[in-house]
């Protein structure tokens, strides 16, 4: 009968069935755009599209792969380079350093002793600085150029330099300094010491 009038027919659907409806024709509608495309491409299936994808993410990897092995192969022999000059710079750095405390006069031991006192640090330093400290380094420790210090003359009576002698108080018989003490206030008269003796 509604067909008659023209009306067309009222069907009510819940919620949840209608989203399951629109998901659906949503998800037919995906799968129809992905074949056409598919199908533009020259692939028969979205598995050949894959393998064609991987293999050229290989390809470039690959290509990637061996210049950036190549970039740092580079970059290992350009660190190389750098660290050999360090080493040649530290070189020519202690050879100056021993040349001028060999010039005047440390060797052995004591050339040893004197480049580890020897205070320049600056990688900038030129040969006049260096000449400057080591000569510095002599007027301080010149025992290690083969200098010998005049030694400093100890205080009489066995003192150390720079202290005076230590008082000695002279050897007393026992009593004695009660008996100074009573002469010096008159109670014992001056005679009566010899006696005592």
Same mark, same amino acid.
């Not at 580079?74 to 530290?90: D, I, M, P, S, T």
């Not at 580890?116 to 290690?144: G, K, N």
């Given at each position: ?14 919620? @949840? ?8 024709? %949503? ?19 979205? %598995?050949?599209?894959?393998?064609? *994808? ?7 990897? /690959?290509?990637?792969?061996? *210049? ?40 052995? @031991?004591?050339?040893? @002793? /004197? ?10 330093? @030129? ?45 007393? %018989? ?8 009573a002469k010096r206030r008159g109670l014992i008269p001056e005679f009566s010491d010899s006696a005592a003796r």
């Open positions: 009968m509604a067909a008659e009038t023209g009306q067309e027919q009222q069907v009510t659907f819940t919620q @949840d069935r209608l989203g399951k409806m629109l998901t659906r024709e %949503k998800a037919q509608g995906e799968r129809a755009a992905i074949k056409r495309l598919l199908s533009q491409l020259g692939f028969d299936s979205p %598995k050949s599209l894959t393998e064609f *994808v991987s293999t050229q993410r290989e390809a470039e990897q /690959a290509a990637l792969s061996e *210049v950036e092995r190549r970039e740092q192969v580079a970059a290992e022999r350009e660190l190389q380079a750098a660290r050999r000059e360090e080493q040649a710079a530290e070189r020519e750095r202690v050879a100056l350093r021993r040349a001028a405390l060999v010039a005047l006069g440390a060797e052995g @031991d004591d050339l040893v @002793d /004197a480049e580890r006192l020897l205070a320049v640090d600056d990688e900038d330093v @030129d040969e006049a600085q260096i000449q400057s400290a080591a000569e510095a380094l002599r007027a301080r420790r010149p025992e290690l150029f083969g200098e010998v210090r005049t030694l400093v003359p100890s205080a009489p009576a066995g003192a150390p330099a720079g202290r005076g002698p230590t008082r000695t108080a002279p050897v007393s %018989k026992p009593g004695s300094a009660g008996l100074e003490m």
